[in-house]
């Protein structure tokens, strides 16, 4: 039997109960009060599942009506479904199950989140030996489900790491790319959004290690990436050295956030007022010194490339 065809017993089973309900709306109307309803087709005038298969004669064994059949042509008649054939069930039942399954994705997708959300958070404040059962009690989730997402407390560090990368890229190449200049007071208005990604920062690097390697050099290829599209945007210079460049901006960024912390260190692991103060003590000094340059001329510059190897990728 094709999808979409009844079998005898789910015609069966339809006829009986449209009957059944056209003997009660015609009793309710009394004799002679209307029209019954033909045989095969709903009280509503729509056509019954199938009118083709015929029907058991009475005493036949196979007449018996399945309780799916019934449960699926009660729904038919009640108007929630509209769908024939022996495949109802499955098709009305589909969307159900792949609806409650993406329910369940997106749910496990925000605990996912909140749980690395929370663990950027405390190992900002506390570093990374902070505790599985205090990343978990800040996710407001048990310990138990941390290793069920992550598999291990290297596990989440790790997605973190990927996350904290992610954020940076984006805000960075936001900001050399696509903002304008009268962009700049929004992103400053948007730092306590980063707080919890400088804490982490400032934690990996101080904790030192492979870890923390990796970390920056990941950084640095990002940034050369996002300065590369600045410079087609035609938003910053280009480099006789865009790696090099790209290296150095990346340490003496680290460089300045981790003395500017040591300073002024956060209260209780709050970096969102030290981001602020740093935000405000440096955005003056250093975009005059991005953008207007320290030298008044090239005289130490050409000095330098004079005796020095020229770099790789110079003409």
């Not at 029907?55 to 729904?75: I, K, M, Q, Y």
Request: net charge neutral; proline share 6%; aromatic share 4%.
């Amino acid at each position: 039997m094709t999808a979409g065809t009844c079998t005898d017993t789910d015609t069966l089973s339809l006829r009986v109960l449209a009957r059944t309900d056209a003997r009660r709306r015609h009793r309710r109307r009394g004799p002679g009060s209307g029209s019954r309803t033909p045989a095969g087709h709903l009280p509503d005038g729509r056509a019954a599942a199938a009118t083709g298969a015929g029907l058991r004669r009475p005493g036949d064994p196979r007449s018996a009506v399945p309780a799916a059949s019934l449960e699926w042509s009660t729904a038919l008649l009640d108007g929630r479904l509209t769908t024939h054939g022996p495949n109802l069930l499955r098709s009305t039942e589909q969307p159900f199950r792949v609806s409650t399954m993406r329910s369940a994705a997106v749910s496990d997708l925000t605990a996912r989140a909140r749980i690395r959300d929370a663990a950027i958070r405390r190992f900002g404040a506390d570093g990374f030996a902070a505790p599985v059962r205090a990343i978990a009690a800040e996710a407001g989730v048990s310990p138990g489900l941390v290793i069920h997402h992550f598999g291990s407390k290297d596990g989440l560090r790790a997605v973190c790491d990927e996350h904290v990368l992610r954020l940076i890229r984006e805000a960075e190449t936001e900001a050399f790319t696509a903002s304008a200049p009268g962009d700049l007071l929004g992103h400053l208005a948007e730092l306590d959004r980063y707080a919890p990604v400088v804490g982490y920062l400032v934690q990996a690097v101080l904790a030192g290690g492979d870890l923390a390697v990796t970390l920056l050099e990941r950084m640095t290829r990002d940034a050369e990436r996002y300065l590369a599209d600045a410079v087609a945007a035609g938003r910053i210079r280009p480099s006789r050295d865009p790696s090099r460049r790209a290296a150095f901006l990346v340490d003496i960024g680290m460089g300045a956030v981790l003395s500017f912390v040591r300073r002024h260190p956060p209260v209780d692991g709050d970096y969102r007022a030290t981001l602020r103060a740093y935000a405000s003590a440096n955005s003056l000094p250093a975009l005059e010194l991005y953008t207007e340059g320290l030298l008044t001329d090239a005289t130490v510059l050409d000095a330098y490339l004079a005796i020095d190897d020229p770099p790789p990728g110079s003409e």
